[in-house]
């Protein structure tokens, strides 16, 4: 297990839990809100650069700009890109 | 200029009144963001609000009259786009406190349509579930099915409505008659809306926890009921974002786009400003010729047709200024520009979310404070409402036009630019630079160091709809010529009065004006302004251009008409002002408008955003110091330079 923000670019995982940060703990419901739900797929899409943050992430059909901040309470599994499956 | 006058509307007025809940049952439209809450809103009442392709673009209630099929008034109101019913900045705040009953002036709603973008089911029907929690009769409005049936994404209504226990019906609110199914709905009974509790699958519990994994496991099992459960991204914006993401030719893109806006501005205008000269021209040498010579004949020519002629040839510019920010909002690129500059407002103490409120502001102010509204952290928000009037908002694009084309010379350098354009997207940039220099400052002053909230969507593109755009020129158009015709002329009428009252003594030499009210309070303001390099003309000018700041531009016109001695016909200001100003002058006056710390309206709504007149006091003073500090550095480096 990782968190999101140290994923690989369009490496499929999936989310197993969302961390409620000690500094901001309303940033749990608020990406739950966005869709950040465990059980979900979610794909790093791009990073911006210099210093790779933000990110763009994919999470079911929609797309998010997260900082790595916030990519960093999600936590997530890889998935295989091809099939879909753990 | 522009939405200005029109963003300030009823929704804010002071809530002392009396409600009477006039006009029939209130229908709220209810969504998340970007799914066509406002494109069907438009469609029902027929109104022409905003719509725009990113999250946010609404940040205010607004209400219009729907008179359905069968004759029955409806109330509808069209509100802020949320994720959820946990808001976490003001304009959701707005939304939530709507659907709960705690909105100031204005009672719970009756009904409520819950809008859904049919291409992301599964975030949009998270928010149906918590909005039917709440018990107010509900319905569901398929919306973008079009762009969805593109996609290969076939929704069945009616067992979507079975599984959710509520009417569904589709439309395509882009489409003129992409509410007929909505507008059915609409005449049946509160009752109808109910859906049959018994049918619906989803418990309608009073318990107060139902956490949004409950509801997106429900979500979940509707959408593999209905076939839907894979996932549908849009691999045309994957595609396109790969290029506009990149960080090199990104952020290439984005100053070629940024660049191009204002060289058009000054490259496309030239032909269509050319003919509204001459058609002034034409227009004030007919009244002279057909009028005696008179007090009615100056006020016509010096006053009426100097002024708002002087005003009305910027149209041109303004117009294709829009059409630039027209189709960057339509097509969805403005938060990706956001992404891309969220890093350089980061080194300032700001987030990317305080890009486009302050892009906005480059049309108005206004509607860029109101924008702020989108921006979860206070303190950022109050930070971006600060620097919003360092963004030139088009207003000023009438005085830094005027005094561009009489000073700086029409040439090309390196071959490719027009010097003159340069110099325009100078000034932009120096607005921008000295917004930056100020978010700095406050970066310091308030230290906080926490990462501050993004959590921004970026939109799948869409064309901009020649229709959409077309729509939204005519209005700035209409708006901007109802200023010209409203605010500006009686503005430019009383100054031609002030200028021309009361009359020169008897042997007077000099032109009248120097005799007259204008001429007494601008030799009073010189006293301030002098050290700056303004002489009485352009001090007085300043005054009206409080409420408006293009008024600047038809004050001038009206104080040289009338300065002129001898000569009859309005001239065209532009080789008058070349005459009698030092390039040193020109300079400071840009210089001044860069940071234009005088336009009541804006000070206005930041009193009403920020709820005090606290900052719009300190606005209004630190705008004023910089902009003399800033005055007179230029003034006199130019006179040193031998420029005076
Ligand atoms: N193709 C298509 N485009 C649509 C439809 N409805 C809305 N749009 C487009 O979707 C974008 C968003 O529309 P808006 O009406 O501004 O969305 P909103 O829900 O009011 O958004 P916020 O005010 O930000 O919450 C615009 O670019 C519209 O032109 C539709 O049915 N079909
Ligand atoms: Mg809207």
């Known amino acids: 297990m990782f968190t999101l923000d140290r994923s690989d670019d369009f490496q499929l995982c999936r989310i197993e839990r969302i961390h409620t940060p000690e500094h901001a703990p309303e940033w749990h419901d608020w990406l739950q809100e966005l869709g950040f739900i465990p059980g979900e797929k979610v794909m790093l899409m791009a990073r911006a650069q210099p210093g790779g943050d933000p990110l763009v992430v994919r999470v079911g059909s929609s797309t998010f700009a997260l900082r790595c901040a916030e990519a960093a309470c999600i936590e997530v599994t890889l998935l295989d890109n091809a099939t879909g499956a753990a | 200029m522009s939405a200005c006058h029109d963003s300030v509307r009823r929704d804010h007025a002071p809530s002392a009144v009396v409600h009477v809940h006039r006009g029939g049952p209130l229908v709220a439209l209810v969504g998340n963001p970007n799914c066509g809450k406002t494109a069907l809103f438009n469609v029902l009442t027929g109104s022409r609000q905003k719509v725009a392709n990113y999250a946010g673009v609404t940040v205010e209630r607004k209400e219009g009259r729907y008179l359905t099929t069968a004759g029955k008034a409806l109330r509808v109101l069209d509100l802020p786009g949320t994720y959820g019913l946990n808001p976490r900045s003001p304009d959701e705040q707005v939304t939530v406190d709507v659907l709960m009953g705690r909105a100031r002036g204005e009672k719970r709603p009756d009904r409520v349509v819950c809008v859904v973008d049919a291409t992301n089911l599964r975030r949009n029907l998270r928010l149906v579930l918590a909005v039917k929690r709440l018990g107010l009769p509900c319905v569901v409005a398929l919306n973008m099915t079009d762009l969805a049936a593109r996609r290969g994404i076939h929704v069945d209504v009616d067992k979507l409505s079975l599984e959710l226990g509520v009417p569904v019906v589709k439309t395509v609110a882009v489409r003129k008659d992409g509410a007929t199914a909505l507008r059915t709905l609409l005449d049946a009974p509160a009752e109808a809306w109910r859906g049959d509790a018994a049918h619906s699958p989803v418990p309608e519990t009073d318990a107060p926890v139902v956490t949004v994994e409950a509801d997106h496991d429900t979500v979940q099992r509707i959408l593999v009921s209905l076939g839907?459960?894979?996932?549908?991204?849009?691999?045309?914006?994957?595609?396109?974002?790969?290029?506009?993401?990149?960080?090199?030719?990104?952020?290439?893109?984005?100053?070629?786009?940024?660049?191009?806006?204002?060289?058009?501005?000054?490259?496309?205008?030239?032909?269509?400003?050319?003919?509204?000269?001459?058609?002034?021209?034409?227009?004030?040498?007919?009244?002279?010729?057909?009028?005696?010579?008179?007090?009615?004949?100056?006020?016509?020519?010096?006053?009426?047709?100097a002024g708002a002629g002087g005003v009305l040839v910027f149209l041109p510019q303004i117009l294709i200024l829009f059409f630039f920010i027209l189709i960057l909002e339509e097509s969805g690129y403005l938060p990706r520009a956001a992404f891309m500059l969220d890093r350089l407002m980061g080194s300032v103490g700001l987030s990317g979310r305080s890009f486009i409120p302050l892009l906005s502001s480059f049309a108005c102010?206004?509607?860029?404070?109101?924008?702020?509204?989108?921006?979860?952290?206070?303190?950022?928000?109050?930070?971006?409402?600060?620097i919003a009037p360092l963004m030139t908002c088009s207003a000023r694009l009438p005085v830094y036009a005027l005094l561009i084309g009489a000073f700086i010379p029409k040439r090309e350098v390196a071959g490719m630019f027009e010097l003159q354009g340069l110099v325009l997207f100078g000034l932009y940039v120096a607005?921008?630079?000295?917004?930056?220099?100020?978010?700095?400052?406050?970066?310091?002053?308030?230290?906080?160091?926490?990462p501050r909230p993004l959590m921004m969507e970026l939109p799948t593109y869409h064309w901009p709809t020649p229709r959409n755009v077309a729509i939204g020129l005519w209005q700035r158009a209409s708006i901007f010529l109802k200023r010209v015709g409203g605010i500006i002329l009686a503005l430019t009428v009383v100054m031609w009065f002030l200028a021309s009252f009361p009359a020169p003594p008897a042997g007077a030499t000099g032109p009248a004006i120097e005799y007259s009210l204008a001429g007494t309070l601008g030799r009073g303001l010189a006293t301030i302004f002098e050290p700056i390099g303004f002489n009485w003309q352009i001090s007085v000018a300043l005054v009206p251009g409080m409420a408006a700041r293009e008024v600047a531009v038809s004050a001038l016109g009206t104080v040289y008409a009338l300065s002129a001695s001898g000569d009859d016909t309005a001239q065209a200001l532009t080789p008058l002002i070349a005459h009698s100003w030092s390039l040193a002058t020109a300079l400071s006056l840009l210089t001044w408008f860069v940071f234009a710390p005088q336009c009541l309206s804006t000070l206005a709504t930041v009193k009403r955003e920020t709820g005090g007149w606290k900052m719009p006091l300190v606005m209004a003073g630190y705008l004023f110091g910089l902009a003399w500090l800033a005055c007179f550095i230029v003034y006199h480096l130019a006179v040193a330079a031998g420029w005076g």
Do not use: C, Y
């Open chain 2, 228 to 305: 839907l459960d894979m996932h549908a991204p849009h691999t045309l914006s994957d595609r396109i974002d790969r290029v506009v993401l990149h960080p090199v030719i990104g952020m290439a893109l984005l100053m070629v786009v940024l660049f191009l806006m204002f060289q058009a501005v000054f490259a496309w205008a030239e032909a269509p400003m050319g003919w509204i000269e001459a058609a002034t021209a034409w227009v004030a040498n007919g009244v002279t010729a057909a009028l005696s010579d008179g007090w009615l004949r100056s006020l016509l020519v010096d006053g009426i047709i």
């Open chain 2, 365 to 386: 102010a206004i509607p860029g404070i109101m924008a702020a509204r989108t921006i979860a952290s206070p303190r950022d928000r109050l930070v971006t409402i600060m």
């Open chain 2, 431 to 450: 607005g921008v630079i000295s917004a930056m220099g100020i978010a700095w400052l406050a970066k310091r002053l308030t230290t906080r160091g926490l």
